[in-house]
């Protein structure tokens, strides 16, 4: 394979540097231009009362039963599915060839 020359690069006072794994640019901060400082102020964070509590725990109760129960439904409609399926295994002749389980 040929030799490629490597041709030097000039580097500008200041502006860019040129390095093997890329280019770095100085940076000059400069101070602020206005002596304001932006106002950031947070909402008010509202003050619940006794009465508001005791609504939202009562809600979450309600959410938590509500989720609860409709787990227990979905368990037991897959114990259902599962009770028909060894229901028909029993029910079905032997096939020839398969080993018997032990019971």
């Known amino acids: 394979m040929p030799e490629i020359e490597k041709q030097p690069l000039t580097v500008q006072e200041g502006d860019a540097n040129v390095k093997p794994g890329g280019l770095s640019f100085e940076v000059v901060l400069e101070g602020p231009k206005t002596n304001e ?33 409709s787990t227990l439904e979905k368990l037991a409609e897959k114990e259902k599915r599962a009770e028909e399926v060894r229901a028909k295994k029993a029910s079905m002749p032997p096939v020839e060839g398969e080993i018997k389980e032990k019971e």
Do not use: Q, Y
């Open 37 to 69: 400082k932006p106002s950031i102020r947070c909402p008010p964070t509202p003050t619940l009362s006794a009465e508001d509590i005791e609504k939202k725990l009562k809600e979450v109760e309600e959410r938590r039963k509500s989720m609860e129960a």
